[in-house]
């Protein structure tokens, strides 16, 4: 059965290639495709093709995954977190399925999929959401990627917002954003660094960074006016403050 399937597929692309030595098809082929390449004639070829080759050789048209997608791309609001795909496509006449799992605090959220992008919505603003993803076809199923941990925007209260242990707010020129640290912490201890438009801070003997190349929501700052203390009353805690480039309120 599949030496005949292979027979059928072999014989039409051998027909299309004796067509394509014929000097006016060929160039009115290439001027189709010039001109609907990734356009929806383009797009409804491909389909066709695709089609006929799955019905033609069946799962033999798949070649088992072995490299998990990459995450391009991220959207986030309040109250949903989408990341798109990069999928490696092992067979170029098949396309794999694209699986991706996401959990907030270990527990599973569903998880809507539309073509190589895949959202988690109903989220409270500031939750904390890690995605994984895969790509499956008959074949097999490729590894699972890295996980990829993504938080909801926070909803601004008065000019502000709060986040697990730090609590923000700002002006139109600047920000300060107030994060706790283990009581004892010395200046010697801790590490900031200001950038155009993230920031980063590390405590000494913590496992993970308090915020680790944290993106702004407004365009930039001016990192060389940006500072930063250490604060005990009324509980210790770390002061930054964040000069933004260019108002951004009232």
Not at 60 to 85: D, F, G, L, Q
Not at 208 to 237: G, I, M, R, S, Y
Request: aromatic share 8%; glycine share 8%; net charge positive.
């Amino acid at each position: 059965m599949v030496g005949a399937q292979f027979v059928v597929l072999a014989a039409v692309v051998g027909a299309y290639q004796l067509l394509m030595r014929v000097p006016i098809f060929r160039r009115e082929m290439r001027k189709f495709q010039k001109l609907s390449r990734r356009g929806p004639f383009y797009r409804l070829g491909v389909w066709v093709v695709r089609r006929g080759v799955r019905r033609v050789l069946g799962d033999n048209a798949y070649v088992e995954p072995t490299i998990p997608p990459k995450p391009t791309h991220t959207r986030r609001t309040t109250e949903s977190i989408a990341v798109t795909w990069r999928c490696h496509q092992p067979s170029k006449w098949v396309v794999d399925e694209l699986w991706v799992d996401a959990t907030v605090d270990g527990a599973p959220r569903p998880v809507e999929i539309d073509g190589d992008s895949a959202t988690v919505r109903d989220l409270e603003p500031g939750t904390s959401v890690v995605f994984r993803a895969r790509t499956v076809n008959p074949k097999g199923a490729s590894p699972w990627s890295k996980e990829l941990e993504l938080r909801a925007h926070q909803e601004p209260v008065d000019g502000g917002g709060e986040g697990p242990n730090y609590v923000w707010k700002q002006t139109s020129k600047q920000i300060q954003v107030m994060c706790a640290v283990p009581p004892g912490t010395r200046g010697r201890d801790v590490q900031v660094q200001f950038a155009s438009a993230t920031f980063s801070v590390a405590v000494k003997g913590e496992e993970a960074p308090l915020f680790d190349k944290a993106q702004l929501l407004f365009k930039a700052l001016k990192p060389d006016e940006c500072t930063w203390e250490l604060v005990a009353d009324p509980h210790p805690h770390l002061l930054l403050t964040l000069e933004k480039l260019e108002p951004t309120l009232g």
